[in-house]
């Protein structure tokens, strides 16, 4: 079992920053992915940033430049630093832990997910 919880939610004017972070507690194995996935209101959940042991990233094209995906192993923390947010970011986002997966096989594995936290981007 992993428990996830994420924080660092809230409004912001557009062109904002903000700093999501996800605890972790429990067992991750070695292989592992960790993500970032938000799901806007009326919407499905999307990848947003995903980040595996390897240190390999995936993101979604719509976020390049702006976010950054960051592990702290010692804290079982992944931080998405999101800048130069904009109206369309808004949406719940979600943190995903997999385990037994890497990027190499498209992070296919045991799933878990946080409750999320709500990012608020106004114009």
């Known amino acids: 079992q992993v428990d996830i919880v994420e924080s660092g939610g809230g409004s912001v004017q557009e062109g904002g920053s903000l700093r999501l972070a996800c605890v972790t507690s429990?067992?991750?194995?070695?292989?592992?992915?960790m993500g970032w996935f938000g799901q806007a209101p009326g919407k499905g959940r999307e990848g947003v940033m995903i980040?595996?042991?390897?240190?390999?990233?995936n993101y979604s094209d719509s976020v390049k430049g702006r976010f950054t995906i960051q592990k702290d192993n010692a804290k079982k923390t992944l931080y998405l630093q999101m800048n130069s947010l904009k109206p369309e970011d808004t949406a719940m986002y979600y943190c995903?832990?997999?385990?037994?997966?890497?990027?190499?096989?498209?992070?296919?594995?045991?799933?878990?997910w946080g409750k999320g936290t709500q990012v608020i981007v106004s114009s």
């Open positions: 980040i595996d042991n390897h240190g390999r990233t």
């Open positions: 429990g067992y991750i194995s070695d292989n592992n992915c």
């Open positions: 995903k832990v997999v385990r037994w997966a890497t990027l190499g096989n498209n992070c296919n594995g045991e799933n878990y």
